[in-house]
């Protein structure tokens, strides 16, 4: 048999953004930041690190409208992919959590601009809730006409 064919598996590349809840205590991010990485380098090759930093959310997740994010870069295999979800899926302060296999090639994380995060109060649109509610407010007390 020819010993290319015989060679281990390539490790994959991988990108893991976690969006950490913003309300938890810095001791906390960092803990969660820490285990992410002691996991990865346990099992896997790490690449890289970047700290994002708290950054306004497209919609609100459990009432929060801003995230702390944290990408991380790194070579594994499904044995790792599978405890890096089982462990994140039970953190308290994970929001959320994507790991997306990187094609070869494929090019290096933007730098993300550092605008401070924007409010309510600088012209941004009402949430979602607002907005419904004042959709389903009584209208005067009348019921609408019905059709005949």
Known sequence: ?????????????YDLMLMLD???????????VRDV????????SLIGVHDWGTRRLAYEIDHRREA??????FEGERPLLERIDQRLKIMDGVLR????????????PPTPDREAPRRRED???PTVAASRA??????????PAERQ
């Open 37 to 44: 990485r002691s996991m990865i380098e346990s099992d896997g």
């Open 22 to 32: 913003p309300t938890a205590p810095e001791e906390r991010h960092e803990e969660i």
């Open 68 to 73: 702390g994010y944290h990408l991380f870069q």
């Open 97 to 108: 959590f994507r790991t997306i296999r990187l094609k070869a090639g494929s090019p290096p």
């Open 134 to 143: 004042a959709a389903d407010a009584p209208t005067g007390g009348r019921r």
């Open 123 to 125: 012209g941004a649109e």
């Open 1 to 13: 048999m020819d010993p290319l064919l015989r060679s281990a598996p390539v490790a994959a590349l």
